[in-house]
């Protein structure tokens, strides 16, 4: 059974969800009153959530409010039977479209997304009390945030790996140069934002390599007390200059805070 629908009403105690028609293209219509709902209880933190078939488990999209609110505009709307205001739009090859809107936005990213990867708050009948609502809306609130980080980060580098060229998205990571956990003001900064591959993301995460001011590799000192592979996979970017940001220029300042405080720290 699909996973959302199975957890449909518990889901929908914070996220908007709705069926799609899956024999006309993932077809949907959201509506505006039960979306205001959703806005006045949470804001802006909360997820559109389609689901598709029935019967398979990952056929879904989790989709941040904050991800879509520019193309849920009022011209944007379609009205049924002259009074039910509703955002009819359908998705095709991991592409949505909303009508009236030129813009084609691709969502791949947010489709099946593993539950115990994106951790959506479950709330059983005798947890639900305000400390549970609570937690969930600032989990909600930090996955959102993230989600918009990483959309900024991955069009900053034009989708692809600042080192390798990888375009495949599921092998992408929006990384923080200055570490999520150390300072608020440089969580959400796409300036403090390198896309990587998984591998190097997590090379560069743990002080293996650092970048210099002038965007060239630097790998660590500690080169030969590495693993003959590792010392591969950091000897093949060693020296090499990063592919320049499109956007957003990367902060000098996060990247000597890397060079100081992470770079051959391991």
Known sequence: MNWVKANRKQLEQSNYVLKADTGSNYWFGISQTKLNDYRTLFDSNFNVILFGSEDDE?????????????LLTEQNLYFFEGKRKRWVGDIRNHILRIRNSKIERNISEF?????VHFNIPILQKDSINDYAIENAR???????????FRKKVLENFNYQCCLTGVKE???????????WSTKIETRLSPHNGLCL????????DKGYFTISKFYEVIITSKLVELSLPTQNWLNEISGKTISLPVKYEISQIALEYHRNKIFDKF
């Not at 990952?58 to 520019?70: K, N, S």
């Not at 489709?111 to 539950?115: A, E, L, M, R, W």
């Not at 600032?138 to 918009?148: F, L």
């Open 138 to 148: 600032r989990e909600i609130k930090v996955r959102v945030k993230q989600s918009i």
């Open 58 to 70: 990952g056929d879904f999209y989790i989709l941040p409010f904050l991800a879509i609110q520019d």
């Open 111 to 115: 489709f099946s997304i593993p539950q």
């Open 169 to 179: 998205n599921e092998l992408l990571v929006a990384s923080h140069i200055i570490p």
């Open 197 to 204: 591959s998984i591998l190097y993301d997590i090379l560069f």
